[in-house]
């Protein structure tokens, strides 16, 4: 269970299940992970049903279906009641049963369904495409909800769940995908699976940032960050984390925000020793970043800038390409900025959904016009109210 986000499915392949008791399953496995199956690509049929030449939203007698947005909204669909949903929707929770019967339109507009749980119950059904009329459309199932939400837990489902108890019925249908991977380099035996590394500096990661990189590998062993702006004992540390290091080892240092009001001179002899040429010159936010084997001088990059107040951005960034023991090449490559201006960093519903993820149509979001969404552009209800969030770089 995602605790905080949301989780989402997508329909990607043939899933078909009657459940006969909620303890037991074809597959063998609870319902709501059998589903999460297709959000893998993976093709699989956990009982077979006999399906007509019609397909699920064509059928007739179904009742058009567009409950709006409420996270406040219960729904049941029972007693007979068979619904077509035809755009997004946001609703707290739907369950189905007792002759109910829900079925996704099959519409060339995205469908985004927001909803804590869905729970398909006795003689109830859900059915997204069929066997001999699979899904074509674009439609995402995102559950929400927090951990400390005063909803209870189901039972046996829990919460944030797509379940089927005794006698209910979920089919999904998409289109079949030939599964496939790309291998764009050669592997070797015991060679690590952790063949890429990404770390984003963020506004709580204030002072000089430092990596230690397996040259063999290109691993990252280990990561420390040390605010030489607030204290001199941090500077200290740094000092000894540095002289720690084993020979032959990469380092790979960056400035984040400020990192000279109390570096001292004990850190920056060390730098200068592994190859440093701008450390003594390290000023009040100052982009820098060095990469360098220890004990190899030699192999020194590093890139070092002014801050340039409120007139303009200013950046230093250092790469240097190394070869693993498997003679393989490997990158790394570091960034250290200070940027003026302020534009939008992300874009979210006030009940914290990502832009990118409310089906709305964005239209812009960049740092030149800011973000907007209008409402002539929304094929689907209006544009829902966000909040932006900024970065300012100016003082």
Not at 50 to 57: H, N, R, W
Not at 130 to 144: A, E, Q, V, W
Not at 385 to 392: D, E
Request: one cysteine or more; a neutral charge; proline letters at 4%.
């Amino acid at each position: 269970m995602d605790p905080l986000g949301e989780r989402e499915m997508r329909v990607a392949c043939c899933l078909a299940y009657n459940a006969p008791s909620p303890s037991a399953s074809p597959c063998g496995v609870p319902a709501a992970q059998q589903l999460f199956l297709a959000e893998l690509g993976t093709s699989h049929t956990c009982s077979t049903s006999s399906s007509g030449s019609v397909c699920p939203d064509k059928e007739p007698g179904l009742q058009p279906w567009m409950p709006g947005h409420s996270e406040d909204h219960r729904v049941t669909i029972g007693y007979g009641r068979k619904v077509l949903l035809t755009t997004s929707a946001t609703v707290h929770s739907i369950e189905i049963l007792s002759g109910g019967k829900l079925v996704i339109a099959d519409t060339n507009r995205a469908i985004l369904l927001r909803t804590k749980h869905i729970l398909i119950g006795n003689k109830g059904e859900l059915h997204i495409g069929s066997r001999d009329c699979p899904y074509k459309g674009n439609l995402t199932i995102s559950l929400f909800g927090r951990l400390d939400d005063s909803d209870k837990d189901h039972s046996y489902f829990g919460r944030k769940y797509i379940g089927v108890g005794t006698g209910g019925t979920l089919e999904i249908h998409g289109e079949k995908k030939l599964s496939w991977t790309f291998l764009n380099k050669t592997l070797h035996p015991g060679e690590s699976n952790q063949n890429n590394y990404l770390f984003q500096r963020g506004w709580g990661s204030r002072g000089i940032i430092i990596h230690v990189i397996d040259p063999k590998s290109g691993e990252a062993l280990h990561n420390d960050r040390f605010d030489t702006y607030r204290s001199k004992d941090e500077s200290r540390r740094l000092a000894k984390y540095v002289d720690d290091v084993g020979a032959g080892l990469i380092l790979a240092l960056m400035v984040n925000d400020e990192g000279s009001n109390n570096l001292e001179d004990s850190a920056k002899k060390i730098l200068f020793r592994l190859g440093s040429q701008h450390i003594n010159t390290l000023g009040f936010r100052h982009p820098w970043t060095f990469i360098v084997t220890k004990g190899d001088p030699s192999s020194v990059v590093e890139d070092h800038a002014s801050y340039q107040g409120t007139k303009a951005s200013s950046e230093a960034q250092s790469a240097h390409v190394f070869k693993s023991s498997y003679g393989e090449q490997f990158t790394i490559t570091t960034r250290s900025q200070w940027v003026q201006g302020k534009w939008p960093q992300s874009a979210e519903t006030h009940d914290g959904i990502a832009a990118n993820q409310t089906g709305d149509v964005i239209h812009k979001n960049d740092k030149d016009y800011g973000f907007v969404c209008l409402n002539k552009d929304q094929t689907h209800d209006l544009c829902r109210n966000y909040r932006v969030r900024f970065l300012c770089g100016k003082l």
